[in-house]
């Protein structure tokens, strides 16, 4: 009896130096589950190892989703009230998922570790919502075009699939500071809010036909990449300051506080493509650089593309000057739905360096309401090899890249 003691009072310290051995979040659970000591001083999800895992949506009629590793090791995650035919991803970061509810228009953070879940304002409140009338089957939606004022009408299935592009958020939902930024519409818009505000406010900027592909949250700055690979900067602190305002900013105040500044222009090899065929990506280093990942995409049939290159480029802050890489050295880079990351693999069996993880993230190709095949894959720097993941299953949510 008293072994069993000795090891249930086991220092935290100790028992956290156990688990950052473990690669396998299954194998952390099991150590949780020791005893009820080593339950409550080890938290749900582990903080120290980020391993990526691809979250494989259920293709059946009950609510699941599944995650699996490099060893094709599947885990099963139950959330009652999710229906995969009526969620659409659009984001994961921090261990959070953050998903579109088709039927009626709410955006939710799910946390598949915790099961917990969190509702942002809903698709009704972005700026080019005029007026939302629930009540009128097939007509519910009065939008305006940002870019030349003209109104429409649109019916609620449509808007709330097309609305969104990605969503990403700055941190656990717990930390005073959270912040969610959503690229909206299909020109790309971006849009902020804090927990618990009842709408989204519009970030604009000073050129007007911005397209904005990625966005991440970086050393309390906001960074977007639009479609030709122009890079802009905002300070997270100060749309903070601004949205703790009463009443909230609208537009012309908000674009005279933040601006929208370009931080860098596109590299010149890249305006000689046709970009429309890429998908551009913004990923914060370790180092405090940042990198643009881009993604060239080849048309295989109808409906359907696949990844044939991958550009990778280094931003030189003083001269505000992408440099072209070969590799991406001790690290690897996960991007698609998810908040793009740069990771660190170490010893972990689960992540390789010089690698790039991705899945698809064209949202055309994801609100057709039908199961379709996705490219997703593991691209090796090295010899440009690249490893398909699950090339001929259809899926009618897309797979994502989670961290936990």
């Excluded at 609620?156 to 930390?175: T, W």
């Excluded at 990506?281 to 109808?302: F, P, Q, R, T």
């Excluded at 899945?359 to 199961?371: A, E, I, S």
């Amino acid at each position: 009896m008293a072994e069993i003691d000795r090891w249930s009072n086991l220092h935290p310290d100790l028992l956290y130096q156990i688990t950052e051995h473990l690669y396998s979040y299954h194998d952390y659970i099991r150590l949780r589950l020791v005893c009820k000591e080593w339950n409550s001083k080890l938290s749900s999800i582990p903080n120290h190892k980020r391993n990526p895992w691809l979250l494989l949506p259920g293709t059946t009629h009950d609510s699941s989703l599944s995650h699996i590793l490099e060893k094709e090791q599947i885990y099963h995650v139950m959330f009652p009230d999710f229906d995969i035919n009526d969620n659409l991803i659009r984001g994961s970061c921090h261990g959070w998922l953050i998903t579109v509810v088709i039927s009626e228009g709410a955006i939710r953070m799910l946390n598949p570790f915790t099961k917990t879940h969190i509702d942002l304002p809903p698709v009704s409140t972005f700026s080019d919502v005029v007026r939302y009338h629930p009540d009128r089957h097939g007509d519910e939606y009065v939008l305006v075009d940002l870019y030349n004022d003209v109104i429409y009408n649109l019916d609620a299935i449509s808007f709330h699939k097309y609305e969104i592009q990605k969503i990403v958020i700055s941190s656990p939902p717990n930390n005073d500071d959270f912040m969610a930024v959503a690229i909206y519409k299909e020109c790309g818009k971006l849009a902020v809010c804090k927990l618990n505000d009842k709408r989204w406010t519009h970030i604009p900027t000073e050129q007007m036909l911005t397209f904005f592909q990625d966005v991440i949250f970086f050393q309390d700055k906001i960074y977007a990449l639009d479609d030709d690979t122009s890079l802009y900067e905002f300070d997270k602190k100060v749309i903070m300051d601004e949205l703790g305002k009463k009443p909230r900013p609208q537009l012309v105040p908000l674009l005279t506080s933040i601006g929208g500044m370009c931080e860098a222009p596109p590299p010149a090899k890249l305006t000689m493509y046709y970009t429309c065929s890429m998908n551009k990506y913004v990923i914060g280093c370790v180092d405090g650089s940042l990198l643009m990942i881009v993604k060239h995409n080849d048309w295989a049939m109808e409906m359907l593309h696949v990844c044939n290159k991958f550009d990778v480029f280094k931003l030189n802050k003083n001269s505000k000057e992408w440099s072209r890489m070969h590799s991406l050295e001790d690290y690897a880079v996960m991007i698609g739905y998810n908040s793009s990351v740069q990771m660190f693999p170490g010893k972990s069996p689960y992540c390789k360096r010089n690698h790039i993880y991705y899945t698809d993230n064209q949202v055309v190709l994801h609100t057709l309401g039908k199961p379709s095949l996705q490219d997703m894959g593991i691209l090796n720097l090295e010899d440009t090899n690249t490893n398909e993941i699950l090339p001929n299953v259809e899926w009618v949510c897309p797979p994502t890249w989670l961290l936990p």
